[in-house]
Every structure is written in C-alpha cells, then in structure tokens.
C-alpha cells in the first residue's frame, strides 16, 4: 500500500538536544511538506520541498532544518534554538504543487 | 493577507440532522480549495478538491460546493461516524493555508 509513515509516533527532547522526526513516502511524489499543529490553530508550514536537493522555508523555519537528498525521504531536525517544540508535527506529500497533499498520521513531540 | 477562516468552531447534530460547514477565504490568486477530515491523532485525510466557482463534488453524505469568496461542505444525514473534525486549505502562489477546522459531533 502505498502511503506517509512518519516516525516515531511520540518522541521526547531533553532541554539543549536536537531530534529528527522521520518521514518516508513511496507514492513517488514530487512535493513534501512539514507542517506544525498546535490546539486551535490551522496547520502551519515549516519547510517545505518541491525536488530533491531544493527547499523552501514556510511561516515557521525558526529552530527547525531540513534535508531532501531523496526522492522519498524528508526528515525534520528540530534542533535547541526551537524554544517551544511541544506540538503535533505532520509531514505530507503532493504529486506536484498546488495538488492535493497527503498527509502521514503525525509525530507527537514533548519536552522531558 | 491571505487568509482562511472556518465556521462553526464546533458543531452538534443529532444522527440523521443535515448541516453545511463554511469556509470563506481572501487569497490572491485561488489555486485549489481542498477539503480534509481529521480524526483524533491521526493526520487530515484528503476528501475533495475544488478548482473554480460554481464546481461541486460529492462523496456518500458529503458535498462540497465552491464560490468566488467560500466553500460549503454539506453534510446529508450525518452518522456518527462522520465525527471529526473537518479542515479546509486553500493552495495559492507557492502555499497551502489552513483554517482552523470544524469540530463535527454527530450524536445517535
């Protein structure tokens, strides 16, 4: 079946630590996105990337990295400059821009 | 400022009670207006893309429809099951925005 996984499902960062949210997608699609959800706000773009080896920042990069060097991979590095990492993080994916965007089920990070 | 605003917050129907969710917008240049339903920890779950006014789409109980400032997604009979809650974005320029969803509950 083809789909998003995102990994892991709940991830813990101590104070002063960076984590890698992981997300792989095997639909052979172009676009991938990193979006954050907080309660009561709309999903907010982190970054985002059309092609392998490009990407773009989006509302909130501050505190937060990328890499895209494959077709089916876009891990998310949260690093220690992000003060307020506590979040739901969902990573998604498009045939191409302006398409629809399918999301994976999400990784749930704290802070210990 | 491109904006995206959705309404009811929160809304209850009693089983088998039709409604219809809003979702009105200010972009320049509309791309794409996409529907999603999202449950409890789970990511949103694409339903349908609306690309011009006037356009509609349906699926079992769902209808969404589209005009020049907001889109309606009608809801027919609702079951529970179709409690969630239900997020709308639209693709303008090189981005996607999000409203902030409506929270559906649908009681038997």
């Known amino acids: 079946d083809g789909g998003i996984t995102q990994s892991p499902k709940y991830l813990f960062r101590k104070e002063g630590q960076n984590v890698t949210l992981s997300c792989e997608q095997n639909?052979?699609?172009?676009?991938m996105y990193w979006y954050r959800q907080d309660p009561g706000q709309g999903l907010r773009l982190i970054y985002y990337?059309?092609?392998?080896?490009?990407?773009q920042k989006g509302d909130i990069a501050e505190g937060y990295s990328v890499s895209r060097e494959k077709k089916e991979s876009f891990p998310l590095t949260v690093t220690s400059a992000q003060k307020n990492p506590t979040a739901f993080y969902l990573c998604?994916?498009?045939?191409?821009?302006?398409?629809?965007?399918?999301f994976g089920d999400g990784t749930r990070l704290s802070i210990l | 400022e491109d904006q995206v605003t959705q309404s009811p917050e929160a809304l209850r129907l009693q089983e088998g009670e039709s409604s219809s969710l809003n979702c009105s917008y200010t972009?320049?240049?509309?791309?794409?207006l996409f529907w999603y339903r999202q449950d409890p920890g789970k990511g949103p779950e694409f339903l349908f893309t609306?690309?011009?006014a006037g356009e509609e789409k349906e699926k079992e109980r769902l209808k969404a429809t589209l005009t020049k400032k907001e889109s309606f997604l009608h809801i027919t009979a609702p079951k529970p099951e179709d409690s969630a809650t239900y997020l709308c974005?639209?693709?303008?320029?090189?981005?996607?925005?999000f409203g902030t969803g409506t929270s559906l509950t649908v009681i038997p």
């Open positions: 998604a994916s498009s045939i191409r821009e302006h398409q629809p965007q399918h």
């Open positions: 639909l052979n699609h172009d676009a």
């Open positions: 990337s059309q092609i392998v080896n490009d990407f």
């Open positions: 972009v320049s240049g509309l791309r794409g």
């Open positions: 609306l690309y011009s």
């Open positions: 974005a639209v693709a303008t320029g090189n981005q996607f925005y």
